[in-house]
């Protein structure tokens, strides 16, 4: 399993968790309404334990098809569109959806209580009554509240990123933890020219391309983007010997994404943007922090030393700078290949630091790890 199937696992499961909850709590109103009245109502299917068993599985199962629908495809159709298009779009789309589920559930629930064909003319006569009852109207503002809290967790997890919401719902960081992580601080070349050159209205656009593109391989080699700091991405992983060497994958990989979208980026800008990277690892302390807004953040020495090995890129004439402790738990081989730049002295630090640069020699395809 890719790490990029992973992912949309993990972001598709908290739907049907979400729905199912919703379904048991308005299952459970639904059977404290309508007990007392010896279900006289019109199209009320009367609860017993098979149709709990099936409305459940079924509500569940709704929740990860609306999941998959929207990660997969309604935010792609709505991602340029203005706030109102995509509200009234997207209502529009799972309303439809939402009414050919009830068309296909609720006769299927109706013949297990009257344990018959679902082409029974008394499925039909109670579908009937169903669509035409405050039933079915209770049934679609049910379905509703789900959509909506789906949708809420949605743009929330996509605003701060699955990984953090997740951590703030199960109070991961909420006492702070001591972690080795792999850091890799990204920062686009001549950036303030190219912003120069085409204007900041362009630029802003030009930057939102670019982090799209490049961020397919972050993807791809589970890394967290841990923050946005203008041109400046900075990326990270745990410490893990399966994946360590991710961090090298998922650079060379951002350098050929970015590479085979070249000639649309001149087209659209008249510039090719490109960056460098400095990648380091160590200790780095992680937790809440915050009061007005909460954010989980790192601190520590590691990051420090990180920024400053990216700052000597350009110094050295290379993109691509790593420490000797980060090359001491990689387990690189062919194709790439490692190069000594020296014993160098960090920008406001005593102590001198090994670092060497990484070549693809042959271009390649990596087994994820």
Not at 71 to 96: A, D, H, M, P
């Amino acid at each position: 399993m890719t790490p990029k199937l992973k992912r949309n696992i993990k972001r598709v499961i908290p739907f049907g968790l979400i729905w199912l909850i919703f379904g048991i709590i308005f299952l459970i109103i639904e059977y404290a309404a309508t007990k007392d009245f010896g279900y006289t109502i019109n199209g009320v299917i009367k609860l017993d334990y098979k149709i709990v068993l099936f409305a459940l599985p079924v509500v569940t199962i709704v929740g990860l098809i609306l999941g998959i629908i929207e990660l997969l495809f309604i935010n792609q159709l709505f991602l340029k569109k203005s706030f109102l298009t995509k509200v009234i779009g997207k209502s529009i789309i799972y309303s439809l959806f939402l009414f050919i589920i009830i068309c296909i559930a609720y006769p299927v629930a109706a013949s297990i209580e009257l344990k018959t064909n679902i082409f029974d003319e008394q499925i039909l006569n109670k579908f009937s009554e169903f669509i035409n009852s405050i039933s079915f109207i209770s049934t679609s503002f049910q379905m509703a509240v789900s959509l909506v809290f789906t949708l809420f967790y949605n743009e929330i997890s996509e605003k701060v990123g699955p990984n953090s919401f997740s951590n703030f719902i199960t109070g991961k960081y909420h006492k702070p933890k001591i972690e080795n992580r792999i850091f890799m601080f990204l920062d686009m070349k001549s950036s303030t020219a190219i912003a120069e050159k085409i204007g900041h209205h362009q630029y802003f656009k030009l930057l939102n391309e670019y982090y799209n593109v490049i961020s397919e391989a972050v993807i791809t080699y589970s890394g967290e983007v841990y923050q946005y700091v203008g041109d400046e991405m900075v990326v990270s992983w745990k410490v893990s010997k399966n994946i360590n060497n991710n961090c090298i994958y998922c650079f060379f990989k951002m350098k050929h994404d970015l590479e085979n979208r070249k000639s649309k980026f001149i087209d659209k800008y008249k510039v090719h943007p490109t960056f460098k990277a400095g990648i380091h690892f160590g200790e780095v302390t992680t937790g809440e922090i915050g009061r007005i807004k909460k954010d989980v953040v790192f601190t520590g020495d590691t990051l420090n030393t990180t920024a400053r090995i990216q700052g000597l890129c350009n110094e050295l004439s290379v993109d691509l700078l790593i420490s000797s402790q980060l090359l001491n738990i990689l387990n690189l081989d062919h194709p790439y290949s490692i190069k000594f730049k020296g014993n160098n002295e960090l920008k406001g630090r005593k102590e001198v630091v090994d670092l060497y640069t990484i070549e693809e020699q042959v271009k390649s395809d990596n087994t994820l790890d």
